[in-house]
């Protein structure tokens, strides 16, 4: 078996378009959400949402490579640029290597809707335009960023809903670990438009405390009333140490274990049993024991029940020691088919910083929250091994751990 | 529309949407060649000229044009017949 570790990471989300701007707002406690006015215009319940504005490619990429594009791509590229910038991976290096990409992705909401729209107003399909396809399917992410960076590994989209970027990694690791791939781009991205959160919204799982944005994510917080929706983009790059080792790659961590699970219950209500064994296996799979975590960013979304569950799955495992807990989603938003990956990001740059982010807004305990050690503000503190949570509707869910690089 | 300000549309949006360098524009330099275009390309090629000029290329018809001059013709003969 191949130990796996990572090489490179970038990020491109609500709190910061770069590593070290990311780095300050998770230090600092900052909040990328914005009441967002044009979506209460379109009928949302809430118009709260992270928010990044869409980059500009132009001159960056080439019209026939950025033509097919939609948000969840350009995110996604700009989050696999830098990390394979990081990793040292340069067209020459992909050229002579099987490279692999796995990334989390749910949904193309926008480009499906804006070419539907022409469609009914022209009758004509033709009108759509060329890049419409590749914007609109799911693998839109993996299609584009495939053939710009020239990979030649295992290439597809994995659809596992708020989970989708955990489950990439987990992925990778596995294909890495089993030595079927030496290297893998794995991550996710999540669009950031109406179109895409309108049915979300309808399910009245957002946030209404709209007399501050910043306050209205509050995780484990007894007063909170919801989610709030965000996105971006987030990768990280998985290689065999050996692979590493051999090209003098710069060694971030190591990836020791991939739990999953399903509820096999609701489709939307999560329970704590699914949790509980997404944690077990990924501590047997790392093969540590509970009391070695220092850090766990949890899924916790700002959800009632759902933030309530996760608070008794992780202390029903971790209750004997009590690491760290926060939910970066306190700042961020829940950034849903990213969230997995920016979360392993979010979590490594902590790592690499000795520090843990603070769960923003968390001001009073509720009963289950009360039980867990939850950073409300930033404390400077050694973290050695991590564990990160995502969960998702179909009660699908993810634990994956992650170590400081050692020999 | 007179035919230079139809030719000037036409040059503006092959700068700004195929990123074609403005002096690469010669009557007769082949179009194709020029901006690189694939099978791909004509479909947007199409929408664009929906959009500036209110009428539908079919595929076919891209089959005449070689040349830019040859394009300016084939729109400047289309805009007139639809006046």
Known sequence: MNRVVITGMGVYSSIGKTLEEVKESLYNGKSGIIYDTPRKEFGFRSPLTGFVERPKL??????????????????????????????????????????????????????????????????????????????????????????????????????????????????????????????????????????????????????????????????????????????????????????AKKRGANIIAEVLGYGFSSNGNHMTVPDVDGPVRALEMSLQQANVKASEIDYINAHATSTPVGDGNEAIAIDKVFGERKPYVSSTKSMTGHECWMAGASEVVYSLLMMQNSFVAPNINFENPDEHSAKLNIAAKTVDANIDMFLSNSFGFGGTNSSLIIKKFKE | MQNEEIISKINEFLVEEFEVEEDQIVPDANLMETLELDSLDLVDLVVIIEKNFGFKVKGEEFADIKTFQNFYDYVINRVNKGQ
């Not at chain 1, 799911?138 to 495939?146: D, E, G, I, P």
């Not at chain 1, 295992?154 to 079927?180: D, E, P, R, W």
Request: glycine share 12%.
């Open chain 1, 58 to 243: 132009k001159g960056l990429l080439h019209r026939r490579q950025r033509v097919g594009m939609g948000a969840p791509a350009e995110f996604g590229y700009m989050a696999t640029a830098q990390a394979l910038e990081m990793a040292k991976m340069d067209p020459d290096f992909m050229d002579k290597h099987n490279v692999g990409i796995l990334y989390g992705n749910d949904s193309t909401a926008e480009a499906v809707t804006l070419a539907v729209d022409i469609v009914r107003e022209k009758r004509d399909t033709m009108l759509i335009g060329s890049g419409a396809i590749f914007q609109g399917m799911n693998s839109t992410v993996t299609m584009n960023l495939s053939v710009i960076f020239k990979l030649k590994g295992v290439n597809f989209t994995i659809a596992g809903a708020c989970a989708s970027g955990s489950h990439s990694i987990g992925m990778g690791y596995l294909l890495i670990k089993n030595g079927l791939q030496e290297h893998v781009v794995c991550g996710g991205a999540q669009e950031i438009n109406p179109y895409a959160m309108g049915s979300f919204d309808a399910l009245s799982a957002f946030s209404v405390n709209f007399d501050d944005a910043t306050k209205a994510s509050r995780p484990f917080d007894k007063d909170r009333d919801g989610l709030v929706p965000s996105g971006g983009g987030a990768t990280v790059i998985l290689e065999s140490l050996e692979s």
